[in-house]
């Protein structure tokens, strides 16, 4: 029991150690973090890929990278909708016991929502954003298929409850169309009947193109023969086809075969007649009218076979189209008949739903009396019955007053809409004199008051325009801070414009003082040589150069040291202006320094008072 303290105390020594680390000399040595470019790159698309999926928390720039990430990967775990049987619950800030175990969670819940990817706890606390940015997208990518998946359910949900009970209006022009529709379509399908008027001979040995000829010809249509097209320009050459025929030997060719085909074909005017059991079988409910046609129908074929001296197809045709009609009228009212068996369907079913709704509303009222039985058969509960049996009566009197009270009111509303319309339709104002003068009095007043207001407003109106002309004029802190920074800016720049000239003065100064040395120096030069040449004609004249000489090299060395002593006070005075210049800076850096520090505390300020009127109120 005595090792387990021993092994605590040496891992608390070992994260010691590590966590400081120190130099030879005893001193903490501050490590040198340095940041992978990469990383940061993943980082921010992370982020940015978080944001674009809806999760605008990542956006707060005093969360930590940690949090954005962590935070985004629960929330795109919970948008996912998946039962994962684990409590994935992000809480900002956290100590590091709380981060290990969420992402320790987040690393369980992966293979839960068959992530392909694979993912460690290590990964996430140590914002390896490389191997995190994957994962990510395929549970961002998981997300908005959720979200999509979830708004086509709510959506088709939506329309399956609204065609229960609503009708868009492209429905409605359907719906009202279609009758309309359908008879158009039925009457088309009617006239352009197929109307067989000949029988074709057996051709089961001919090619295709005569058997297609005699289902032609058998309902009237001619088929293969047609005219030769006029000559443009006056171009009476005929056209050669293969074989050396004209287009006009094969047209007549081709009536020769058609009329041929027509000689072998016989009318149709002995027409079998129907039988009622085979119409019953077809008709089903309709048997019998279809018996009575078909009976009709036979009686009127034998009357016109014995009686008119026509042919058999115009008889045949006359009783076709008087059939057509009656079924043209039998079907309109079965189309009647239908629609009013369709209506009382509807009401039938209606009144089924009804009928099954109060069967269930009886039983629930059933098992609520039998539950009311119950209590009155309970001695404790009589008062509580007496007082809810007096409440009840007590609401029925009330809806009963409320019932009559409406009606009341809507007589009354009646009554007076009925005298305005009586008013307005005589164009009669019936007002009292009094009651008139009355009115346009306060009438006036309200205007005289209004007018009072009005100029009232319009003087705050333009007070408060004034104040915010004074208020404007004072500057705010940033136009102080701009302001700030131009003077400095303008500062700085004259300060360089002056040391430029400082610098041409100092310039023209030396080169003056060069050129007035020279001007000397070539000056006693020449008076050397006027001198040097006339020393040499006597020895007097030599010493006297001589001694005009030692003068000038004296008067040399006295102006050179002289030169050296104002060197020795220019730079002392340059070393004293210097020491100036180096407490200036240190004065400006402090006075930089507070003002710095004077900001951060104003701001601190203004939240504190931000935090004090928030907790006021």
Same mark, same amino acid.
């Given at each position: 029991?005595? !090792? ?54 990542? $956006? ?58 694979? &993912? ?18 395929? &549970? ?43 008879? =158009? ?31 032609? &010809? ?58 009622? =059991? ?93 539950? &009311? ?52 339709? =005589? ?10 003068? !009355? ?22 109106? $333009? ?77 007097? =004249? ?23 002593? $104002? ?51």
């Amino acid at each position: 029991m005595a !090792a387990k303290p021993q092994s605590s105390l040496f891992q608390k020594a070992k994260r010691e150690i590590k966590a400081q680390q120190l130099d030879e000399y005893g001193n903490q040595v501050e490590f040198d973090v340095r940041k992978d470019e990469e990383q940061d790159v993943k980082l921010e698309d992370t982020i940015r890929l978080l944001l674009a999926a809806g999760y605008f928390r990542a $956006r707060i720039k005093s969360l930590s990278p940690f949090d954005k990430i962590v935070g985004g990967m629960t929330w795109c775990i919970t948008a996912s909708n998946e039962d994962v049987d684990v409590d994935v619950l992000f809480e900002e800030n956290a100590n590091i016991g709380q981060k290990i175990a969420l992402t320790e969670k987040i690393v369980a819940v992966l293979p839960r929502l068959k992530c392909p990817l694979r &993912l460690e706890p290590h990964q996430i606390q140590g914002l390896d954003c490389i191997s995190i940015y994957p994962v990510v997208q395929w &549970l961002v990518k998981k997300a908005l298929e959720t979200r999509d998946e979830l708004n086509a359910q709510q959506r088709n949900s939506a329309l399956f409850e609204f065609d229960k009970f609503g009708c868009t209006p492209e429905d409605e022009a359907f719906n009202n169309a279609l009758p309309k529709a359908s008879s =158009s379509v039925q009457h088309v399908q009617e006239v352009y009947l197929a109307n067989r008027q000949l029988k074709a001979p057996n051709v089961g040995d001919a090619d295709e193109e005569t058997r297609i000829q005699c289902t032609l &010809l058998e309902y009237g249509r001619r088929f293969g023969a047609s005219k030769i097209p006029k000559a443009q320009k006056g171009d009476a050459v005929k056209k050669k086809l293969e074989g050396g025929q004209s287009e006009e030997d094969l047209i007549k060719r081709e009536e020769q075969r058609v009329n041929a085909i027509m000689k072998k074909m016989t009318a149709l005017e002995d027409e079998p007649e129907v039988s009622t =059991s085979f119409l019953g079988e077809i008709s089903g409910a309709q048997s019998k009218e279809i018996q009575e046609l078909s009976a009709e129908y036979a009686k009127e074929a034998q009357a016109l076979a014995g009686t008119s001296g026509e042919s058999g197809t115009a008889a045949h045709k006359r009783a076709v189209a008087t059939l057509e009609k009656q079924i043209a009228v039998t079907a309109s009212k079965t189309q009647v008949a239908e629609a009013k068996h369709a209506e009382l369907e509807k009401e039938y079913n209606e009144s089924q739903e009804e009928l099954l709704k109060m069967q269930a509303y009886e039983k629930r009222i059933a098992k609520e009396m039998a539950k &009311l039985d119950d209590l009155e058969g309970d001695e404790a509960n009589r008062d509580v019955l007496a007082e809810l049996r007096r409440l009840v009566a007590l609401n029925e009197g009330l809806k009963a007053q409320e019932v009559s009270f409406k009606q009341t009111c809507q007589a009354e509303m009646e009554e007076l809409d009925d005298k305005i319309e009586k008013l307005e339709g =005589s164009g009669v104002e019936i007002l009292d004199d009094e009651r008139t003068r !009355a009115i346009a009095k306060q009438y006036a007043d309200d205007q005289e008051k209004l007018k009072k207001i009005k100029m009232l407003a319009a003087r705050r109106t $333009r007070e408060i325009a004034n104040l915010h002309r004074k208020i404007d004029e004072f500057p705010g802190r940033a136009e102080l801070n701009q302001y700030q920074r131009r003077f400095v800016e303008l500062a700085s720049q004259v300060l360089t414009k002056l040391r430029e000239t400082k610098q041409f003065y100092t310039l023209y100064n030396c080169l003056d003082d060069t050129k007035l040395y020279l001007a000397k120096e070539v000056k006693l030069l020449e008076s050397v040589q006027e001198s040097y040449t006339i020393a040499g004609t006597s020895t007097k =004249s030599k010493n006297q150069l001589l001694e005009q000489m030692t003068t000038i090299v004296q008067s040399l060395s006295d102006n050179y040291n002289k030169l050296v002593d $104002r060197q020795g006070k220019e730079q002392s005075k340059r070393d004293d202006l210097s020491s100036v210049l180096q407490s200036l800076v240190e004065k400006e850096r402090q006075y930089y320094k507070s003002v710095k520090d004077y900001e951060t505390e104003c701001s601190k300020n203004e939240l504190l008072i931000a935090k004090l009127k928030r907790r006021n109120k």
